[in-house]
């Protein structure tokens, strides 16, 4: 705790600190607090776990007086981000008697209304807000604080109007804190208009790139489902997240898994906020192990223990594979990234490569079932086909040897999937055996 007594905090808040188990600030932490309480505006760049909620919410706590109006806001793109934010602000503003509210769409106006009259600070979403903002049941006129968290996710989400409508109905004397993975010229231009000599703070990714083993395979639309089940059947143990790219596709894959004996659920921003809170309560304590989702669920949220990300649709952008594969491989652990590269996929996926320099190895196909799923009119099922890849018994780096039990990296000879290298070595492989997840109903 000796650091954080070194950051001047108050002893309500280092007990809270305390009592959550922390002992050190993390990099954005020892950064950011400092400046927060010198009353700068700062600009921050970290990676999602790595403890930017405290690096924002100690200053913010330790200068927020109870019961004197809303004197802090903070924005979020999702309302799973603005539970997560809360709740953790939350703790660690219980012992100063802070009153925190969540404002999200999706739930009933009245209770949030009833909640803002004592509340301290809210944090919340661009859309909601601003419906507050429209009826006169939020009143900024105290706010001494603005956050904008994932800044650049809310940019891309199309909430730029939004975000500037609420900076504006606040006090032009507020201190501004923006925390963004990326620098966009929308991040410029709105730091630029907004903010006050801001200070740019930088901290490291946590997610450790000699422990994340990326590899992706050429793959057909049509067999796309009958390899992701074979891999996820073949998986001894672990925490699995996988990607697509709408709503659509989420829902269809989770219910096709669930038919091949695969539990899963499915996240998207087209469900309730009920259905999506008790999706991401039972992700984290484990009762579900496979969580199908769109990128709304890349950034911001705090999943621990990811094992295994699958890129089931290939991202747009080389940002957003980076969102996606830093949900895996931190704190020390191992991680595999898995992309499924179909027709139509190749260029995107050639740009992303060049976007993160680094090694994404291309995998043989595995022997594996091909699943005819039952059509709409028919109750009977349609059998199952075998179809491959590559029938050597080397089949690939997950065919031999304990899960994560190989070297992390591969030859660069095969990064430019374009040329169609396979990367069949004499190496070690790792294994994707068991059974655990096929055997989750």
């Known amino acids: 705790m000796e650091k954080f007594k070194q950051l001047n905090l108050s002893e309500e808040l280092l007990d809270a600190i305390r009592r959550e188990g922390f002992d050190t600030p993390s990099e954005i932490q020892e950064k950011t607090i400092p400046l927060v309480l010198q009353g700068k505006d700062v600009i921050g760049s ?19 007086m109870p019961g004197q109006g809303i004197q802090a806001l903070i924005l979020t793109p999702t309302r799973e981000l603005a539970e997560q934010v809360g709740q953790t602000i939350s703790k660690f503003a219980n012992r100063k008697r802070l009153r925190v509210t969540q404002v999200y769409g999706g739930v009933s106006m009245d209770p949030q209304i009833k909640a803002m009259r004592q509340a301290d600070i809210v944090v919340g979403t ?20 603005l956050v904008l968290d994932e800044a650049d996710r809310m940019l891309d989400m199309g909430f730029v109007r939004d975000v500037e409508n609420i900076i504006k109905s606040c006090p032009a004397n507020k201190q501004t804190l923006l925390f963004t993975a990326t620098l966009s010229q929308d991040i410029a231009y709105m730091a630029k208009k907004y903010m006050k000599n801001p200070v ?8 450790d790139p000699s422990k994340l083993y990326q590899v992706y395979y050429d793959v057909t639309h049509e067999t796309k489902l009958s390899l992701l089940a074979h891999l996820l059947k073949q998986e001894k143990n672990g925490v699995v997240m996988v990607f697509c790219n709408t709503r659509r596709n989420t829902d269809k894959l989770t219910r096709n898994l669930g038919l091949v004996g ?8 087209g469900h309730s906020q009920n259905r999506r ?19 709304v669920a890349a950034r911001g949220l705090d999943i621990k223990d990811v ?6 649709d290939i991202p747009k952008t080389g940002e957003e594979y980076i969102h996606r594969i830093g949900r895996t491989a931190r704190a020390g652990k191992n991680g595999i990234a898995i ?12 740009q992303i490569v060049r976007r993160v320099d680094s090694n994404i190895e291309k995998q043989p196909l595995p022997e594996f079932e091909k699943i005819q799923m039952p059509s709409k009119s ?14 050597n018994r080397n089949e690939s780096r997950f065919g031999q040897h304990k899960r994560f039990g190989g070297n992390f990296r591969g030859s660069r000879n095969d990064r430019d999937h374009g040329k169609r290298r396979d990367s069949r070595t004499n190496r070690d492989t790792r294994s994707m055996g068991g059974r655990r997840f096929g055997n989750r109903h």
Do not use: M, W
């Open 262 to 269: 695969l539990h899963a659920e499915s996240l998207h921003g």
């Open 307 to 312: 094992s295994h990300i699958y890129n089931y």
């Open 46 to 64: 970290s990676a999602t776990g790595s403890g930017k909620t405290l690096a924002f919410g100690a200053g913010i706590i330790d200068k927020t």
């Open 339 to 350: 992309s499924f590269v179909s027709s139509g996929d190749h260029t995107e996926f050639r």
């Open 200 to 207: 740019h703070i930088e901290a490291g990714d946590k997610v």
């Open 126 to 145: 661009p859309g909601r807000l601003l419906d507050h903002l429209k009826r006169r049941t939020l009143n900024l006129s105290r706010i001494k604080f």
């Open 378 to 391: 028919s109750n009977q099922d349609s059998g199952h086909n075998i179809t491959h890849g590559d029938r």
């Open 277 to 295: 809170s008790s999706v991401l309560q039972a992700f984290h304590t484990r009762s579900t192990l496979i969580l199908v989702c769109t990128d």
